[in-house]
């Protein structure tokens, strides 16, 4: 799986220009296109630096999904699905990967910085543009909601991410997190990978449900709705599971969604 985050009130950091153009990134020598046609994004440098270098897990990282994840992430996507129609449209997620819930939940925009992953994605058919959560790659205002699903424990700055996530959202936006938290069930066992040096969680830091709450707050969003899934502890994943509305502590997926304080 990939990763996700919290906040506490703070503006985002308003910007020189709210109309940004992006710079195209290349493949060694094959230039790889991206969507830029219906928005417009920075003309800052697109970084690829990152502790956990995706490139090198992609193949690994994608037959995830269609392996012993399979399951896993039926169970999560039908509990993504109790949110999506009152999430305003369009959407964009920030860590896009491969593009696996992206395609599955309608997401049309992404943003990753794995080249590979996000060729991929736009194999899947998502918009992908490539760069960091942090870089101001998109204008104010062009999204009416912003997942980060399962990302926000792979963020250098997980902060940075959420602020810059607000200022792309309109001022109805929603921001919608997908997360395996520290003290879940799921969360534990992965932390164990992380202490084992698994290739992809010994990079990873998990948050606890008070944690990210406050990087939300901090970060100007209100939580406004939480559902939990995947009750089913790790090695007991057996069957499809019915999502859960509010906080459950046992739950080894919690999306929580919010909107942005005072608009704007």
Known sequence: MAAEGPRGHQE?????????????????????????????VTDGSLMQINPLNFDTVALPYDAWFEDEGK?????????????????PRPWLEVGVGSGRFAKELGIETGVDPSIKLLKMARSRGICGFLGRGEEEIFSKGSFGAAFL????????????????????LRPEG????????RDS??????????????RFYAHATFYSYDEVIRLLSQAGFRVE???STLLQGPGE?????????????????????????GGV
């Open 12 to 40: 985002a950091t308003p910007r020189a220009s709210e109309l940004r153009t992006q710079k195209p990134y290349s493949d060694s020598e094959k230039e790889v296109n991206l969507c830029t046609e219906h928005l417009p």
């Open 71 to 87: 399951l896993i992430f039926a169970i999560e996507t039908k509990a993504f699905q109790q949110l999506l129609p009152s999430l």
């Open 149 to 168: 699903i399962v990302t926000l424990c792979f963020l250098e700055s997980p902060l940075a991410v959420l602020r810059e996530t607000r200022w792309v």
């Open 174 to 181: 929603k921001i919608v997190l997908g997360l395996v938290l």
């Open 185 to 198: 069930p799921w969360g534990q066992f992965y932390s164990q990978k992380k202490q084992e040096g698994h």
């Open 225 to 227: 709705r939480i559902i």
């Open 237 to 261: 994943v057996q069957a499809i599971e019915q999502p859960h509305e509010g906080f459950f502590p046992d739950a080894g997926f919690t999306i929580i969604a919010g909107g942005k304080r």
